[in-house]
């Protein structure tokens, strides 16, 4: 503040006094005030309002007094005064009109004075650093006068200052006078002897006073500056400048200096400039020094590279053309290329920096990376080639000139002489090819197509592979990045290139070569020439020397070649014009002559076109400007007419112009902008009224797209404007100015109608994409008055895009016309011929013009009257589709030579493992469940398929003929199909995999698509129907094949039938898929694949068989007959199954396969030895079928049943070996569906199931079952079969019988050997029935957790509580409310008559299945027609399930089956024991036979009782014989097998004995009634004392008791029963005391078991002693005791007797007594009694054997005549005349096939 107050009083002072002291210390204080606004060493910019605020405007008087003192002051006031007007500029104010006149005269001649004086004699050191410092200040002051608003210093740092900008400035800056040109020039002669701050300076301010004004610029361009900064820049030829900014600013100075006289144009300055350009390329181009060293090198090099990258800076600027023009006239051209060529002396004499010879390593070093670059060898060639590129941009008339006058192949020479390119250099020839960074995302368009030619012919002779990929990479990225590039190329001959590169045999990499063959597909989808094709086709030399030999090579290129003629002609979306004008050039267009006279009352229009999107990269400012691209326009001499254009995002604009207004209707949702071929039509159609109403109609591809109102104009003008796709007459003026890329449609400008019509709501969907049929929209209208159509949509220009065919109608058209005007295609050479259906629109053309109807740029008008013909402005671009030049080198048959050698591809070319699982699925190539799989085909890529050649070949083919009827039939003529069959039979099978086979379906789906019905089925007979292509690949392969083919099958079933029928099935399934192929499938692929030819078959036969069809089972049958593979024949056999449940035909099919010579084809399959388990199993269900048909014929009916023979002689037949489930099956199921049953047939099924394991044999005994449960009646029948005994028992083996050991009907056999382990249940068969159970662990102890529960019922609650003995009710199920179970019903049948007891509790006591099937517990048996449900015990392991089931059977049809209760008839029964004697003593049962002997008894127990209680009295003598001999045989089981087994005493059998005699009464006739009687009663007293003598207490308890009731009633008093049962009691009574006296010795010891022995033999006693004393008291007499045991203890009502008696069993006289009275009687008795009984069961037992044995051979012998009269009714040689009809059947086949 106080500094502030201090200089306004020495103004004061001074303006008061005039007194120069005082300015003189104002002008001190002034300058210290701002000295720091003052930067002398900085060039940067600074804002002018910074301390222009606080500047003070100085009045001019003062500024004259001051400017005159810079004459007269010394160095230091000239400083001062210097800085005072620094300062003072900085206000802007003070520089205005006047005031720079007065400083800049003066100023400037002091600069003058301080540069003359520094060049002078060197002077004094401190006076030379004053004078620099006063010169340099008066430089910056001079800067501020000439550029006040620092636009230099602002351009310099990287802003931009646009021109809007600068017409904001309010201060000029001062004039310029004309002695500063020269003083500048004068200044820069002898330069050198200026320091070199001064000099720098100098040029920086030649360079304000350029940029701050146009008028001051023009002043000081002269030719004297111009010399004065060339000299400063070819001094750097010399050597390094002191200073590294001096040179480029001196360029930049020169650039200025062009842009200033490039500018000018009052004077215009042309000539000046071109001297300029031709000194600066003197400059440029100067020879190189000799002799000069490695530093001035350096300098060289990098001066000229500056001078080059100076030249791009000279043309940025506005009105480029004609200053390209200037450029060219002063043979620019021939200065760069002489340049490259001087350069080449140069390097080839220069030896690389020393230590630095490696460009890398150099980069690694220098922080500087571009200075690396612009010293490196190939440098100035980099920076000529980025000139030239300038030099050409955008200039199509430059492009002529250098091709005319250079030409690129010398370009090309000169730079191969150059030395070996690099990478910067062939990226700069790209950029060439561009015209600006070839490296954005996306690539631009090429815009100069001949710098690719040279790339592409250079590729080869690159010395690197990195290179040579490199480059085969970029021209890829560039000349396939859209289709304006790929039109450009092709044009230009880049096809032939490549052809020509591609030759060149091993130079080229593989990478390489596959991404030109890539460019090469992409170009070639565009246009190819014949000559071209030919080449392509043609084998490139060098082939021989590759890797792999001369046959992989070839198949390698002929692989490459495939995959690019495919790409050519695969084609997708609408198709394209082959013949188009180019209208992309802003000038291009076609002019139609004036139309004087409209000949109709309407308009259309309709024409194809293709626009393509613009550009949205990002692109820097300026923008393009707003333009409308004309579609057409028809304008009056008025102004009125109408016209179409397109906006720049692609939007269709629909106009018309009156003398008022200019009205557009735009349609914003439908977008023409994607690079593809559109029909466009435009209708408009006047009103027929006065005052109607106007329509327009826009159709896009034959729909109407949208409708509006819109004025039509009037027509009765002549049109003087008419243009199509052109900007029109009216384009006067040419706007140039930087080269700008198009701008992205994001950037374009927003049109005001283009937003959305203000008549439709915001929430209208118009976004609904470019698709062929859009919404229809009723559009709206935008006016704006007429002439300012270009402000609001833009000038206009070409339509930038390519046209086709266009054609102007004077009538409105209707859509049908128009719809199919849009079918015939863009390339339709003659719509309106008169032979065709638009013929009559002829009449209605105004003009039509083709593209095939233009030669030297005139339209010929193709309409009727021929009187428009146009002039087009352009290019005429005519294209060949790969799929028409084909026919010009020899049709489709030119291409089969290359499937020839691709069939030699090499074998690393097989897909690995992870593609096949890729294309089919991890289901097909794990192996697994692949039966019921459908292949995806169709679902892999075109890319993925053609990794295989062949497969590669086939969607060649499909994409040749897709859309071409020509090739099609060119196909078929050549014989195409058969040649491609034969050829694909020369491919090794691993290449015939997955992908092959996709193509092929794709091929065959194409052409089927295209209705060629002739070729269709020749590709279906040679590729489809041909096995002998597919049979020798991968599973999946295979099969995939067969889907494809059934499903073309099931789509022409009835063409297909004849020749492709079921007998060309079954022969290929023979011939090609049995186990005896060369590569034979596994045994599940297999099995699926004949499953799906099957499946084939089967369409046949079951959709289309007629009752005149039914010989074709004939083939079927030869076919079973014939095959060896017994999967086929399943598979055949299924399909006989199929026709007789479904068909229409299925009476007449039965009645085919019974007549003589076809029931035998299936009975031999029947006894086929080894076949699968299947096999029979679907004979048999065939005739189970044929079974189940009740309409046969009688005749018919009696071969099925095979009566002479029967089921016994086709059993007798079979082979022997393990037996399946379902042979069993399916023979019980023949059996049960016989009119009338024949048990002997039953048998020869079960006999025949004793080979099978023990899962059939359970099933086969829950067969019986069920019958015996539903047929009572069977079991007497069966009975009466020999050998049944024998045969039903054997099921209880655990092994099953092998065809070795002996058959079951020789029961007499030695000692076998050691018995096989059992089979563990848990084991199930290969294929288990449906019935099967599954089974569990077996329990080692027979009976220790058996559970005998019933096989058909729930489980019982295993803890039951065992009800009391004698009780009548049943224990219930699973608590203790006594109720039964859930699944046991009362009052259900059984197959056993008679109560049903309760269930036992587990253990030996339970072991009779009697005891489990309780009452109520079997529910009614559910059997269907085919199978039986088994509904057993889960519990329950196999083994017990067959014993209990079989047990039950025996037991039905032993007691029930066999009539009688003679002996004959127990003699029957008896052999079912002895068969299980000699069971267990040669093979092991599922129990032991004792075990189920036991069983048997107690069930005849229990039912002989009941029998009894039920009888009638006339029949209780037979059963009294009947239970005499039960007894008998139970006797003598107990005391013969149950001696030494105390399990087979059972409590039910004790029971059952005791019931039984007492129902008959038979104890009171033990001694003195009926023989009969007697016997009983004897045989139940010795089985009462055996039971008291066993060790169970619950047994011996329930005998003591019924022993002491006997004693009181029933024992008579003889003396020979009473010793009999005096010996047995004193026996055990004897054990127990010896037991007691023993333990009592050893009690002392205090053993707790001791104790406990003694206990139970005390109680022992206590049951035994009271026995005794009883029997002492009845039998006293008898006995003799009053003499024989005179000390006997009182008997009778003694306290002590239990305690004397035991004391006197150990006296002598009781012991006298037993051994001379008691056991001599004892012994006789049972001498006379029971020994009587063993000699009748030992009589009985031999002749149960000797009947065994004879029912056994009886059995074989009527095994042996059924199996006789078998082969009598189906006589042997048939078999061997089927064998001889199967070799005829295979011939017939091989022809076929």
């Given at each position: 503040m106080a500094a502030s107050e201090r200089l306004y009083e020495l103004w004061l002072l001074y303006y008061a006094q005039k007194d120069l002291g005082y300015l003189q210390q104002w002008l001190k204080a002034f300058v210290g005030a701002f000295k720091k606004s003052i930067s002398l060493s900085s060039l940067e910019p600074r804002r002018p309002e910074e301390a222009g605020a606080e500047v003070p405007l100085l009045p001019l008087d003062e500024l004259h007094v001051l400017a005159e003192q810079l004459h007269q002051a010394d160095l230091e006031q000239a400083l001062l005064l210097l800085k005072l007007f620094i300062i003072l500029c900085r206000n802007l104010e003070n520089i205005e009109a006047g005031r720079g006149q007065v400083l800049v005269p003066r100023v400037l001649a002091l600069l003058t004075k301080l540069v003359a004086e520094l060049k002078g004699c060197p002077p004094p050191q401190g006076r030379g650093t004053q004078l620099e410092n006063v010169a340099l200040h008066a430089l910056l002051l001079c800067e501020g006068l000439f550029d006040p608003y620092q636009t230099w210093r602002r351009q310099?740092?990287?802003?931009?200052?646009?021109?809007?900008?600068?017409?904001?400035?309010?201060?000029?800056?001062?004039?310029?006078?004309?002695?500063?040109?020269?003083?500048?020039?004068?200044?820069?002669?002898?330069?050198?002897?200026?320091?070199?701050?001064?000099?720098?300076?100098l040029i920086h301010l030649f360079c304000a006073v350029l940029a701050g004004g146009k008028e001051n610029g023009q002043m000081a361009v002269s030719d004297g500056s111009v010399k004065g900064l060339l000299s400063v820049v070819r001094g750097w030829s010399r050597g390094p400048a002191p200073d590294p900014c001096l040179v480029p600013l001196a360029l930049e100075a020169l650039v200025g200096a062009v842009h200033v006289l490039h500018a000018s144009r009052a004077p215009p300055r042309g000539p000046e400039l071109r001297a300029l350009l031709e000194s600066y390329f003197h400059v440029l181009n100067a020879d190189w020094p000799a002799?000069?060293?490695?530093?001035?090198?350096?300098?060289?090099?990098?001066?000229?590279?500056?001078?080059?990258?100076?030249?791009?800076?000279?043309?940025?600027?506005?009105?480029?053309?004609?200053?390209?023009?200037?450029?060219?006239?002063?043979?620019?051209?021939?200065?760069?290329?002489?340049?490259?060529?001087?350069?080449?002396?140069?390097?080839?004499?220069?030896?690389?920096p020393e230590g630095d010879s490696d460009l890398a390593t150099r980069l690694l070093t220098e922080p500087d990376v571009q200075k690396v670059l612009d010293q490196d060898t190939d440098a100035i060639a980099v920076h000529v080639v980025r000139v030239l590129t300038c030099i050409m941009s955008d200039s199509p008339s430059a492009k002529e000139v250098f091709k005319e006058r250079i030409g690129y192949p010398h370009l090309q020479e000169v730079l191969q002489s150059h030395g070996p390119p690099t990478h910067r250099l062939l990226q700069e020839l790209l950029n060439m090819a561009v015209e600006g960074d070839h490296s954005m995302c996306p690539p631009p368009p090429i815009r100069n197509e001949q710098p690719v030619l040279v790339l592409a012919q250079w590729l080869p002779s690159l010395p690197t592979a990195e290179l040579r990929l490199f480059l085969a990479q970029r021209l890829r990225w560039l000349c396939d990045s859209c289709p304006a590039s790929r039109a450009t190329c092709v044009q230009a001959g880049l096809v032939g290139c490549l052809l020509e590169t591609l030759s060149t045999g091993l130079a080229l990499e593989a990478r390489c070569q596959e991404q030109l063959l890539a460019l090469l597909q992409a170009l070639g989808r565009v246009s190819i020439r014949p000559m071209e094709l030919r080449h392509l086709l043609r084998p490139r030399p060098g082939l021989d020397s590759e890797p792999g030999g001369a046959e992989a090579g070839k198949a390698r290129h002929a692989g490459a070649v495939i995959r690019t003629l495919s790409g050519m002609a695969r084609h997708q979306g609408p198709a394209r014009a082959l013949r188009y004008f180019d209208l992309t050039p802003s000038m291009a267009g076609i002019m139609v002559p004036p139309v004087q006279r409209w000949p109709g009352p309407g308009f259309t229009f309709h024409a194809w076109l293709c626009l393509h999107p613009m550009d949205t990269a990002p692109t820097p400012a300026p923008t393009r400007p707003l333009q409308r691209k004309q579609l057409y326009s028809f304008f009056t001499s008025s102004g009125s007419g109408f016209e179409a254009f397109f906006t720049a995002a692609g939007t269709l604009v629909v106009a018309v112009c009156t003398r008022k207004e200019y009205l557009t209707m735009s349609l914003p949702e439908v977008s023409f902008a994607d690079s593809a071929w559109h029909c466009v039509a435009i209708v408009?159609?006047?009103?027929?009224?006065?005052?109607?109403?106007?329509?327009?109609?826009?159709?896009?591809?034959?729909?109407?797209?949208?409708?509006?109102?819109?004025?039509?104009?009037?027509?009765?003008?002549?049109?003087?404007?008419?243009?199509?796709?052109?900007?029109?007459?009216?384009?006067?003026?040419?706007?140039?100015?930087?080269?700008?890329?198009?701008?992205?449609?994001?950037?374009?400008?927003?049109?005001?109608?283009?937003?959305?019509?203000?008549?439709?709501?915001?929430?209208?969907?118009?976004?609904?994409?470019?698709?062929?049929?859009?919404?229809?929209?009723?559009?709206?209208?935008?006016?704006?008055?007429?002439?300012?159509?270009?402000?609001?949509?833009?000038?206009?220009?070409?339509?930038?895009?390519?046209?086709?065919?266009?054609?102007?109608?004077?009538?409105?058209?209707?859509?049908?016309?128009?719809?199919?005007?849009?079918t015939l295609g863009p390339n339709e050479t003659a719509p309106f011929k008169p032979e065709g259906e638009l013929h009559e629109l002829s009449t209605r053309l105004l003009?039509?013009?083709?593209?095939?109807?233009?030669?030297?740029?005139?339209?010929?008008?193709?309409?009727?009257?021929?009187?428009?013909?146009?002039?087009?402005?352009?290019?005429?671009?005519?294209?060949?589709?790969?799929?028409?030049?084909?026919?010009?080198?020899?049709?489709?048959?030119?291409?089969?030579?290359?499937?020839e050698r691709v069939a030699a591809q090499p074998k690393e070319a097989e897909a690995g493992p992870a593609e096949t699982h890729d294309l089919v699925g991890p289901e097909l190539t794990s192996g697994h469940n692949t039966q019921g799989l459908v292949l995806p085909l169709g679902k892999s890529s075109e890319e993925r398929m053609e990794r295989n050649a062949v497969a590669a070949f086939l969607l060649m083919l499909r994409n040749f003929l897709q859309g071409h009827m020509v090739n099609q039939e060119s196909l078929v003529q050549c014989q195409g199909p058969a040649i491609i069959g034969a050829l694909l039979r020369k491919v090794p099978s691993w290449a015939m995999d997955m992908n092959v086979l996709m193509s092929a379906q794709l091929l065959m789906e194409q052409v089927a698509a295209e209705g060629s019905g002739p070729l269709l089925y020749l590709l279906y007979q040679h590729l489809l129907f041909n096995f002998h292509l597919w049979t020798l690949s991968d599973f999946a392969v295979r099969l995939g094949h067969i889907q494809y083919m059934s499903s073309i099958v099931r789509e022409h079933r009835q063409k297909l039938r004849k020749k492709y029928g079921v007998q060309f099935i079954l022969d290929a399934l023979r011939t090609h898929y049995s186990p005896q192929r060369e590569r034979p499938l596994a045994a599940d692929d297999l099995r699926t694949v004949q499953t799906s030819l099957l499946g084939l078959a089967r369409e046949f036969l079951v959709r289309s068989l007629s009752a005149d069809d039914v010989q074709v089972t004939q083939t079927m049958l030869s076919f079973l007959a014939a095959t060896g593979d017994d999967g086929q024949a399943v598979g055949a056999l299924d399909l006989l199954l199929a026709l007789l449940h479904g068909s229409l035909v299925q009476e007449s099919l039965a009645v085919f396969l019974l007549e003589p010579g076809n029931l035998e084809v299936l009975l031999a399959l029947l006894v086929r030895p080894g076949s699968l388990p299947l096999l029979p199993d679907r004979v048999c269900k065939i005739l189970r079928r044929l079974q189940q048909n009740e309409r046969l014929p009688e005749r018919s009916r009696q071969r099925l049943r095979l009566r002479e023979c029967g089921l016994q002689g086709l059993v007798a037949c079979l082979p022997e070996g393990t037996v399946s489930p379902q042979l069993c099956q399916g023979l019980y199921k023949l059996f049960l569906g016989a009119d009338c049953l024949n048990l002997s047939d039953l048998l020869a099924v079960v006999q025949l199931s004793l080979q099978a394991d023990l899962s059939v044999r359970l099933d086969i005994c829950r067969q019986l079952f069920h019958l015996i449960y539903g047929q009572p009646d069977v079991v007497r029948l069966l009975a009466r079969q020999a050998g049944w005994q024998d045969v039903l028992t054997r099921l209880y083996v655990l092994e099953a019988a092998t065809a070795g050991s002996p058959p079951p009907s020789?029961?007499?056999?030695?000692?076998?050997?050691?018995?096989?382990?059992?089979?563990?249940?848990?084991?199930?068969?290969?294929?288990?029935?449906?019935?099967?159970?599954?089974?569990?662990?077996?329990?080692?102890?027979?009976?220790?957790?058996?559970?005998?529960?019933?096989?058909?019922?729930?489980?019982?609650?295993?803890?039951?509580?065992?009800?009391?003995?004698?009780?009548?009710?049943?224990?219930?199920?699973?608590?203790?409310?006594?109720?039964?179970?859930?699944?046991?019903?009362?009052?259900?049948?059984?197959?056993?008559?008679?109560?049903?007891?309760?269930?036992?509790?587990?253990?030996?006591?339970?072991?009779?299945?009697?005891?489990?099937l309780e009452d109520g517990s079997l529910p009614e048996p559910t059997i269907s027609g085919d199978d039986t449900s088994n509904t057993s015990n889960p519990q329950q392991t196999s083994e017990e399930e067959l014993c209990n089931l079989l047990t039950n059977v025996l037991f039905s049809v032993t007691w029930r089956g066999v009539e009688g209760s003679d002996e004959a008839a127990w003699r029957e029964r008896g052999q079912v024991f002895s068969v299980l004697t000699q069971l267990g003593a040669s093979a092991t049962l599922v129990r032991p036979p004792d075990c189920i002997k036991r069983s048997l008894l107690e069930m005849m127990l229990e039912s002989a009782l009941t029998d009894i209680k039920e009888a009638p009295v006339g029949v209780l003598a037979s059963l009294t014989q009947q239970a005499l001999w039960l007894l008998r045989l139970l006797q003598d089981f107990l005391c013969a097998e149950g001696h030494g087994n105390?399990?087979?005493?059972?409590?039910?059998?004790?029971?059952?004995?005791?019931?039984?005699?007492?129902?008959?009464?038979?104890?009171?006739?033990?001694?003195?009634?009926?023989?009969?009687?007697?016997?009983?009663?004897?045989?139940?007293?010795?089985?009462?004392?055996?039971?008291?003598?066993?060790?169970?207490?619950?047994?011996?308890?329930?005998?003591?008791?019924?022993?002491?009731?006997?004693?009181?009633?029933?024992?008579?008093?003889?003396?020979?029963?009473?010793?009999?049962?005096?010996?047995?009691?004193?026996?055990?009574?004897?054990?127990?005391?010896?037991?007691?006296?023993?333990?009592?010795?050893?009690?002392?010891?205090?053993?707790?078991?001791?104790?406990?022995?003694?206990?139970?033999?005390?109680?022992?006693?206590?049951?035994?002693?009271?026995?005794?004393?009883?029997?002492?008291?009845?039998?006293?007499?008898?006995?003799?005791?009053?003499?024989?045991?005179p000390s006997l203890p009182p008997t009778n009502g003694?306290?002590?007797?239990?305690?004397?008696?035991?004391?006197?069993?150990?006296?002598?006289?009781?012991?006298?007594?037993?051994?001379?009275?008691?056991?001599?009687?004892?012994?006789?008795?049972?001498?006379?009694?029971?020994?009587?009984?063993?000699?009748?069961?030992?009589?009985?037992?031999?002749?149960?054997?000797?009947?065994?044995?004879?029912?056994?051979?009886?059995?074989?012998?009527?095994?042996?005549?059924?199996?006789?009269?078998?082969?009598?009714?189906?006589?042997?040689?048939?078999c061997w005349n089927l064998r001889r009809g199967g070799r005829a059947w295979r011939g017939y086949a091989t022809r076929q096939c």
């Open positions: 310099r740092s990287g802003e931009v200052i646009s021109s809007k900008e600068k017409s904001k400035y309010k201060f000029p800056p001062a004039a310029l006078p004309q002695e500063f040109s020269a003083f500048f020039q004068e200044s820069l002669q002898n330069a050198d002897h200026l320091p070199p701050i001064l000099l720098l300076r002799g000069l060293s490695s530093g001035p090198e350096e300098a060289l090099v990098t001066l000229r590279v500056s001078m080059l990258d100076a030249i791009p800076m000279m043309l940025a600027c506005e009105d480029r053309p004609v200053l390209q023009a200037t450029f060219l006239s002063n043979n620019c051209f021939e200065h760069l290329t002489r340049l490259i060529q001087n350069s080449k002396l140069y390097l080839q004499s220069r030896a690389p408009h159609v006047p009103g027929r009224r006065p005052f109607s109403q106007n329509l327009v109609h826009v159709y896009k591809d034959g729909h109407l797209v949208k409708t509006a109102p819109l004025r039509c104009p009037s027509l009765s003008e002549p049109f003087s404007s008419c243009c199509i796709g052109s900007a029109g007459y009216r384009t006067t003026t040419t706007t140039t100015g930087l080269p700008t890329p198009p701008v992205p449609a994001t950037l374009a400008y927003t049109h005001p109608a283009l937003t959305r019509s203000q008549s439709v709501p915001a929430s209208t969907g118009l976004g609904w994409g470019s698709g062929l049929v859009a919404p229809l929209q009723e559009g709206s209208i935008d006016s704006t008055l007429a002439g300012t159509q270009d402000t609001r949509w833009g000038s206009p220009t070409s339509l930038e895009g390519e046209l086709g065919a266009v054609a102007i109608f004077h009538e409105a058209l209707q859509a049908t016309a128009l719809r199919t005007l849009c003009l039509h013009y083709s593209p095939q109807a233009c030669k030297n740029n005139i339209c010929l008008d193709l309409s009727p009257s021929h009187g428009l013909d146009g002039r087009l402005t352009g290019h005429r671009v005519e294209t060949w589709d790969v799929k028409d030049v084909v026919n010009c080198v020899g049709g489709m048959g030119a291409l089969l030579p290359l499937l020789s029961p007499e056999s030695p000692t076998s050997p050691k018995p096989a382990p059992p089979k563990p249940p848990t084991e199930s068969p290969a294929e288990p029935s449906d019935v099967f159970l599954p089974s569990e662990a077996p329990c080692p102890d027979p009976d220790g957790f058996y559970h005998a529960l019933s096989p058909f019922c729930t489980p019982f609650d295993l803890g039951l509580e065992r009800s009391s003995v004698g009780s009548g009710n049943t224990a219930g199920g699973g608590g203790s409310s006594g109720t039964l179970t859930p699944a046991s019903q009362p009052g259900t049948p059984s197959p056993l008559d008679g109560p049903r007891p309760f269930p036992a509790a587990p253990g030996r006591h339970s072991s009779s299945l009697s005891n489990v105390q399990e087979l005493w059972s409590e039910k059998l004790f029971e059952g004995v005791c019931s039984l005699l007492d129902r008959l009464g038979a104890w009171p006739h033990l001694a003195n009634g009926t023989a009969d009687l007697r016997e009983m009663a004897q045989i139940g007293l010795r089985l009462v004392l055996g039971y008291i003598l066993l060790e169970d207490p619950q047994l011996h308890a329930q005998a003591y008791v019924r022993l002491h009731m006997l004693l009181q009633t029933a024992v008579p008093a003889r003396r020979e029963e009473a010793c009999y049962v005096l010996s047995k009691l004193e026996a055990a009574l004897g054990r127990v005391l010896n037991t007691s006296s023993l333990e009592s010795a050893t009690d002392e010891a205090g053993s707790p078991l001791a104790a406990a022995a003694a206990a139970a033999a005390a109680e022992r006693c206590s049951w035994l002693v009271p026995l005794v004393r009883t029997l002492l008291d009845r039998a006293y007499e008898p006995l003799g005791l009053q003499w024989g045991l003694s306290p002590t007797f239990f305690e004397d008696f035991q004391a006197f069993c150990a006296t002598p006289e009781w012991r006298h007594f037993i051994d001379k009275q008691v056991q001599p009687t004892m012994s006789q008795f049972e001498m006379d009694t029971y020994a009587k009984s063993h000699d009748l069961m030992s009589g009985f037992w031999n002749a149960c054997y000797d009947m065994l044995m004879s029912s056994g051979q009886r059995r074989q012998w009527e095994r042996a005549q059924s199996r006789r009269a078998f082969q009598v009714c189906h006589p042997g040689s048939w």
